[in-house]
């Protein structure tokens, strides 16, 4: 199995096919042990991948503990004789440029992952915060300890799915951990703060959704006329600064 | 270039090479953006000619009262109406007009993403009244004296709604968390497809799929033709409107070939699985492709 050193550790990298036209490159195999330093490979494996501008890939997307890589078979079947060839074609480019970054990488001795720090305004008001006394309760704390505890953290964005914009964040405070609601709601309004088992995440856009609603932000997550489309990425660090709600109506306006 | 690292979907025609198939019969380039009819009942009224085709399941559909059959290139003069019937086989069909659909591009496309509801016209379904607007078109591929055209693209490409389809599918990564007797129903029982499938994905009902194990996986990319397995046992067959992760075993994935077939599911239709390999999925798209620019050839002979 093909094997490279990164951070003095080594780290096997496996490619699995996911479907036809897309692949998943499974940087690590657990994430909750060392959500940090999992973030940093996969967002540099994302970056590296990316950057070997590989003929054929239409996209890629990060999670967790894996880059995604989608391709048209069709452009990258160019540079084959068989069919057969085209996904160990893609295997063998991926690793090439994942190792050739490695490489530079320990050369220079790079520093970790370039992160953006964002800060998001977030109300706790009792009419955005439906389900924080449950959290409260659950978690054997004050309502107003719930917002201290969540706002003090320093989040990280592990991946931006579910819907458009949507951020998972990981580092909430174990306290606050909570299960997702037996019965999920029908619709949601966009910049709802939520817990989800031990992520904390904001919802963009009207969805339905099983988090715990603690509080809302009046910042766009998603705007698809803007460049980039979405306020946050995979990587970026995030705080939530309490804010009352007239600084959220003003905010608004 | 996509969007997919901000959590958008691939979007876009159900049945994508369809909707490039039809394109080209009208003269379009096969990118332009047409129009997909969800179980038929359309009813359109064209201001200036136009070139029309479609494909997908078994429609009747008219232009004025001269029936239009799948992938004939129809002439539509201004004032006409064109109208899709109810289908009998299958549930959605693609409509190129030709000049195409002159929406605004979004995110680098023209398609509608209902979920997030942006693109597209207004980011929303079409309702009666609206007015679509029509790009320029180059010449009439038809001589104005052919109503609808003799020549017309493969039957597998025009109509490929099946009344009990064969899906074939590659094993996912999860493949292995499922038991054999799972792994043999999938491959030898009827699935039937449940009404509250969408553009999303296709529910389906039948032999519950037992996990062997009850690990919580990571959340990771899925991808359309996914076939994904709750812990209901219920699989769901994703489509292009997919959301981008998921958490759910995937037991296998749907071919690209055959994601067409796929896009005709509605509900009662009762689905097979055949297991092929990857290598077998992506000779059949080259395949495919190269029939394809064979045709486009052939259409460049035609207007000439």
Not at chain 1, 126 to 153: G, K, Q
Not at chain 2, 9 to 27: E, K, M, Y
Not at chain 2, 269 to 294: G, I, M, N, P, Y
Request: with cysteine.
């Amino acid at each position: 199995m093909f094997r490279f050193a990164q951070h003095d550790k080594i780290t096997p990298m496996e490619i699995v096919p996911l479907g036809d036209s897309a692949l998943i490159v499974r940087v690590r195999e657990q994430f909750d042990d060392a959500p940090e330093e999992t973030l940093d490979e996969v967002l540099r494996a994302f970056q590296r991948i990316r950057n070997a501008a590989i003929p054929g890939v239409i996209e890629l997307a990060p999670a967790y503990t894996s880059v995604s890589v989608f391709f048209d078979p069709i452009t990258a079947a160019k540079a084959i004789e068989t069919p057969g060839e085209l996904f160990d074609l893609f295997v063998e480019r991926i690793r090439a440029a994942v190792a050739a970054g490695a490489d530079r990488g320990s050369r220079r001795r790079t520093a970790r992952f370039r992160a953006h720090l964002v800060e998001i305004p977030a109300c706790y008001d009792p009419e955005f915060a439906l389900d924080i006394d449950d959290v409260a309760r659950r978690a054997n704390v004050s309502t107003s300890d719930v917002i201290r505890l969540h706002s003090a953290a320093e989040y990280r964005v592990a991946c931006i799915g579910f819907v458009p914009g949507f951020p998972f964040l990981t580092g909430l405070p174990k306290k606050l951990a909570t299960p997702r609601r037996d019965v999920p709601r029908k619709e949601i309004p966009p910049g709802s703060v939520g817990i989800g088992g031990a992520q904390t995440g904001i919802y963009p856009l009207h969805s339905p959704g099983g988090w715990n609603l603690i509080g809302r932000t009046p910042l766009r997550l998603f705007d698809p006329d803007k460049t980039p489309p979405t306020l946050l990425r995979a990587g970026d660090r995030v705080r939530f600064r309490v804010i009352t709600r007239e600084e959220f109506e003003s905010f608004k306006r | 270039m996509g969007f997919r690292e901000f959590g958008v979907s691939s979007g876009g025609a159900l049945d994508s090479f369809g909707l490039r198939v039809t394109n080209l019969l009208v003269g379009n380039d096969e990118g332009a953006a047409g129009l997909e009819i969800t179980l038929g009942g359309l009813q359109s009224r064209f201001e200036n000619d136009r070139v029309v085709a479609w494909c997908g399941g078994e429609f009747d559909v008219q232009i004025a009262s001269t029936p239009l059959p799948a992938c004939h290139a129809g002439h539509v003069r201004a004032g006409e109406r064109l109208k899709f019937g109810w289908p009998q086989i299958g549930c959605r069909a693609w409509l190129a007009v030709s000049g195409g659909i002159d929406v605004p591009s979004t995110l680098g496309s023209r398609s509608t993403d209902f979920r997030a509801q942006f693109g597209g016209f207004e980011g929303r379904t079409l309702r009666d009244g609206d007015q679509l607007p029509l790009g320029k078109f180059r010449q009439l591929q038809t001589p104005a004296t052919e109503r609808i055209s003799t020549w017309t693209a493969p039957h597998d490409w025009a109509s490929p709604a099946k009344r009990d389809p064969m899906l074939r599918f590659i094993p996912g990564v999860d493949w292995n968390r499922f038991n054999a007797r799972t792994l043999r129903r999938l491959t030898s029982e009827a699935f039937t497809v449940s009404s509250d499938s969408d553009r999303m994905g296709v529910r389906l009902d039948g032999p519950k799929l037992e996990r062997m194990d009850n690990l919580d996986l990571i959340s990771e990319a899925v991808a359309p033709g996914t076939i994904q397995v709750p812990p209901s046992g219920k699989p769901i067959l994703l489509l292009r409107d997919c959301q981008t992760i998921g958490g759910y075993p995937k037991i296998g994935h749907v071919i690209t070939v055959d994601l067409g077939i796929a896009a005709q599911l509605r509900a009662g239709d009762h689905v097979h699985f055949s297991e092929v390999w990857l290598t077998d999925a992506h000779r059949l798209l080259l395949d495919r492709e190269r029939e394809f620019k064979r045709f486009r050839i052939g259409i460049g002979l035609q207007s000439t």
